[in-house]
């Protein structure tokens, strides 16, 4: 038997909700676990671009392979071990670029596994070992429910979490560079301290986001999306991420402008066709910068993961 899981990409933080808000994205992973292998060979991992997601060489195909690791997790919590498996993932995320691709994997293993092993476990357990593999839980959270999500792991490592309805007409345009940027890299140039001023700032802008969302204020939400904890610290890793902010900036229909994840995409979150309108500026500073970008406007992805 096998089962097959179709994972969203996901844009976390979203300016101020650094490692707590994120919301999905229609661009699809689908992970594949089955209980059979070749023989002699335990654990069997192979990958399948399905377009062109970029340096899916760079993904372990071991015991060191995020998917893998999981899954282990989940079969300990069930008081098993994992024999022979074998993990397939095809991938239409880009891997490295701050779209949440591992995320996706992990979630869709986890939902794979726990499926042929006759769903032992709830989808509390699954979203808490999710965010521990992951180390943080706002990509896990809307790859797994969809939709845009804030999350909060708690003292006992559950995720708390909550499903606030996104403004239909507030579409999202992610701008995908055409280099790599790993999370480990784009956190290690973090502050391990911050000051209570530039925590507090977070706070308050975090604060109303959430209000801004679910009252759809977009006139509020302009106000909502810059932080002090990591875009400063990160932005010198985003090529193009200055002068675009710069260019959006008082721009008509153009909601925001925020670091994608960790980078090194960058998220503009727009209404009314305001993207279109500054779509040239946007290829230009890329094109003067020398970076190739994929530009997509999208909506969100309400759904989540889905058994295939
Ligand atoms: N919240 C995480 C970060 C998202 O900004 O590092 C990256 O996956």
């Known amino acids: 038997m096998k089962v097959s899981v179709r994972v969203p990409a996901t844009t976390a933080n979203l300016g101020p909700g650094f490692d707590c808000l994120g919301l999905a994205l229609p661009v699809y992973n689908e992970i594949t676990v089955e209980e059979q292998v070749m023989p002699g060979s335990g654990l069997e991992i192979n990958i399948i671009e399905d377009s062109e997601t970029y340096d899916i060489l760079s993904i372990p195909k071991n015991e060191e392979n995020i998917v893998y690791k999981a899954i282990e997790l989940l079969?300990?919590?069930?008081?098993?071990?994992?024999?022979?498996?074998?993990?397939?993932?095809?991938?239409?995320?880009?891997?490295?670029?701050?779209?949440g691709s591992s995320a996706s994997v992990i979630v869709g293993g986890l939902i794979a596994a726990n499926t042929l092993l006759g769903n032992p476990a709830d989808d509390a357990v699954l979203l808490s070992i999710a965010s521990e593999v992951e180390g943080h839980p706002d990509n896990v959270t809307p790859a797994m429910f969809g939709g845009f999500c804030l999350s909060c792991v708690e003292d006992d490592g559950s995720v708390s979490y909550s499903k606030i309805p996104w403004p239909q007409d507030w579409k999202l345009t992610?701008?995908?560079?055409?280099?790599?940027?790993?999370?480990?890299?784009?956190?290690?140039?973090?502050?391990?301290?911050?000051?209570?001023?530039?925590?507090?700032y977070n706070i308050r802008k975090c604060a109303l986001l959430?209000?801004?969302?679910?009252?759809?204020?977009?006139?509020?939400?302009?106000?909502?999306?810059?932080?002090?904890?990591?875009?400063?610290?990160?932005?010198?890793?985003i090529k193009g991420f200055k002068k675009l902010n710069e260019t959006v900036q008082n721009k008509d229909n153009i909601i925001g402008c925020v670091i994608s994840g960790a980078g090194p995409s960058i998220l503009i979150i727009s209404q009314n066709g305001g993207f279109e309108k500054i779509e040239n500026d946007v290829k230009r500073i890329f094109e003067d910068l020398n970076v190739n970008c994929d530009i997509r406007?999208?909506?969100?992805?309400n759904e989540g993961s889905k058994i295939i």
Request: charged share 25%; net charge neutral.
């Open 174 to 200: 992610v701008i995908i560079p055409d280099y790599e940027l790993d999370t480990r890299i784009a956190r290690s140039v973090l502050p391990e301290n911050i000051s209570i001023s530039d925590a507090a």
């Open 297 to 301: 406007t999208l909506n969100i992805e």
């Open 75 to 99: 079969y300990n919590f069930v008081g098993q071990s994992v024999n022979d498996i074998k993990i397939t993932i095809k991938t239409g995320i880009p891997v490295t670029r701050g779209l």
């Open 210 to 237: 959430i209000d801004a969302v679910y009252r759809q204020d977009a006139n509020l939400m302009k106000k909502c999306l810059k932080d002090k904890i990591h875009q400063p610290y990160r932005q010198e890793l």
